[in-house]
């Protein structure tokens, strides 16, 4: 009698512990509904990657995204700003990608106030000038 007793208390504790388990599983699982995920015109629209460089950003975080620039100059441009500015020049790689793919389909000048980003222009092609 006593081991029937203690089989029905191991299987009594055993579904109790698989019960703990499911509902674990459960909100664990839960979490991870609102995880969306992109269509193919998702990402023909916003290719992975382009939207990295933001205004404000710093020099050295500029760097750490898309490396060094392939030209530094200093600019003065006194109906846009005061003083000098340097521009950053990341020459296009890939000029044949339909999409905007950062830098790598079209040249991008950055300039920088000090240590910050403050302007992003793209570079137009001879044909849309």
Same mark, same amino acid.
């Given at each position: 009698?006593?081991?029937v ?10 579904q ?8 674990i599983?459960l %909100? ?6 609102? +995880?969306? #995920? ?7 629209? @916003? ?8 205004i ?9 995204l898309?490396?060094?620039p392939?030209?530094?100059?200093m ?13 950053? %020049? ?6 044949? +990608?339909? #999409? ?7 040249? @991008? ?16 092609k001879?044909?849309?000038?």
């Amino acid at each position: 009698m006593k081991k029937v007793k203690k089989w029905a208390r191991k299987e009594n504790n055993l579904q109790g512990f698989n019960i703990f388990l499911l509902i674990i599983l459960l %909100v664990t699982a839960g979490g991870c509904a609102d +995880i969306a #995920v992109p269509t193919p015109k998702d990402i023909i629209e @916003k290719p992975i990657g382009t939207e990295s460089i933001k205004i404000g950003m710093t020099k050295e975080k500029v760097i750490e995204l898309w490396g060094e620039p392939d030209q530094i100059n200093m600019v003065e441009n006194e109906t846009k700003w005061q003083g000098i500015r340097e521009e950053w %020049v990341y020459r296009a790689r890939y000029s044949t +990608i339909p #999409v905007d793919a950062g830098y790598l389909s079209k040249t @991008k000048k950055l300039y920088f106030d000090g240590n910050n980003l403050t302007n992003i222009v793209e570079e137009k092609k001879e044909t849309e000038k």
